[in-house]
């Protein structure tokens, strides 16, 4: 995007954008010049930086396909971003056409570029909330109207929990989505972490201190704790090219070295 004149009304061009950053690590075209800004110092601080969103991204493609094998049908991508090549509408309805999916962000280029992306594919809706407020999402004519959680569904938390700080209990965010999400539903969650490479992981953090969304990152523990109540399939909580990968040479001798958690539970 090179045209800031394209911007939504309203957007405040002089902070970058987590989802705009994203997306430019994702080669994608709908950032400003303060997201690449942005996304360039990070990557002169970490140049991995790159192929670790694109492994985050490989992982939210191998787990849609999971839970389409285990016959899911329903998707509520929390903290979506812009679903540009490869998001989570492409891989479920290339394998079941009937899959509905809502994005779900509160950030007003990424839902106005969503929808723009999604026009016309009637099982897809676009939200502009706030994930940290359940109710508020949960209640939106949209997500009623397309999705059933008396059927189950995927909630997808994917790289979106690190911009939730511990004051707002991200672990009493998950609950209440899994209060009204039906047996055999799935939570699909990735969170970037210190572990592995904790030296570059604070300089990151304190990158985004900076903006207008701070990083959290946390340990494998801690993402354990947000996922006790339900039961983690296989392999468990992983660095992103460790979770389900397609070939055994997709997996290099350092995958610490991605410094993100992936991981898939089910709720019984």
Same mark, same amino acid.
């Given at each position: 995007? &090179?045209?800031?004149?394209?911007? %939504? $009304?309203?957007? /405040?061009?002089?902070?970058?954008?987590?989802?705009?950053?994203?997306? #430019? #690590?994702? $080669?994608?075209?709908?950032?400003?010049?303060?997201?690449r800004?942005?996304?360039?110092?990070? !990557?002169?601080?970490?140049?991995?930086?790159?192929?670790?969103?694109?492994?985050?991204?490989?992982?939210?493609?191998?787990?849609?396909?999971?839970?389409?094998?285990?016959?899911?049908?329903?998707?509520l991508?929390?903290?979506?971003?812009?679903?540009?090549?490869g998001?989570?509408?492409?891989?479920?309805?290339?394998?079941?056409?009937?899959?509905? !999916?809502?994005?779900?962000?509160?950030? %007003?280029?990424?839902?106005?570029? *969503?929808?723009? !992306?999604?026009?016309?594919?009637?099982?897809?809706?676009?939200?502009?909330? /706030?994930?940290?407020?359940?109710?508020?999402?949960?209640?939106?004519?949209?997500?009623?109207s397309?999705? /059933?959680?008396?059927?189950?569904?995927a909630?997808?938390?994917?790289?979106?929990?690190?911009?939730?700080?511990?004051?707002?209990?991200?672990?009493? @965010? @998950?609950?209440? #989505?899994?209060?009204?999400?039906?047996?055999?539903?799935?939570?699909?969650?990735?969170?970037?972490s210190?572990?592995?490479? =904790?030296?570059?992981?604070?300089?990151?953090?304190?990158?985004?201190?900076?903006?207008? &969304? =701070?990083m959290?990152?946390?340990?494998?523990?801690?993402?354990?704790?947000?996922?006790?109540?339900?039961?983690?399939?296989? =392999?468990? !909580?992983?660095?992103?090219?460790?979770?389900? %990968?397609? *070939?055994?040479?997709?997996?290099?001798?350092?995958?610490?070295?991605?410094?993100?958690?992936?991981?898939?539970?089910r709720?019984?």
């Open positions: 995007m &090179t045209d800031e004149t394209a911007a %939504p $009304g309203g957007v /405040d061009l002089t902070r970058p954008s987590a989802a705009r950053v994203y997306d #430019y #690590y994702l $080669g994608g075209a709908h950032n400003f010049a303060v997201d800004e942005m996304a360039e110092r990070a !990557i002169g601080l970490w140049p991995d930086l790159p192929q670790i969103m694109q492994a985050n991204r490989a992982f939210l493609r191998r787990a849609v396909q999971f839970c389409v094998d285990a016959g899911i049908r329903q998707f991508d929390l903290g979506s971003g812009i679903p540009t090549v998001n989570v509408h492409e891989v479920a309805q290339n394998l079941a056409p009937e899959a509905k !999916i809502v994005y779900v962000d509160n950030d %007003p280029v990424a839902a106005a570029y *969503s929808e723009n !992306i999604l026009r016309g594919n009637d099982r897809t809706a676009v939200v502009q909330a /706030d994930l940290r407020r359940p109710d508020q999402v949960l209640d939106h004519p949209a997500v009623r397309l999705l /059933d959680f008396d059927e189950p569904v909630v997808m938390m994917v790289a979106v929990l690190h911009f939730v700080p511990d004051g707002d209990d991200p672990a009493g @965010i @998950i609950a209440r #989505y899994r209060e009204v999400m039906a047996p055999g539903s799935y939570l699909v969650l990735s969170h970037a210190q572990d592995g490479q =904790p030296g570059q992981a604070d300089s990151h953090q304190d990158l985004y201190r900076r903006t207008a &969304t =701070p959290t990152m946390r340990s494998k523990s801690q993402v354990a704790a947000l996922l006790e109540d339900f039961d983690v399939v296989e =392999p468990g !909580i992983v660095f992103f090219p460790q979770w389900r %990968p397609l *070939s055994p040479e997709d997996v290099d001798d350092n995958p610490e070295r991605f410094t993100g958690l992936a991981a898939v539970g709720k019984a």
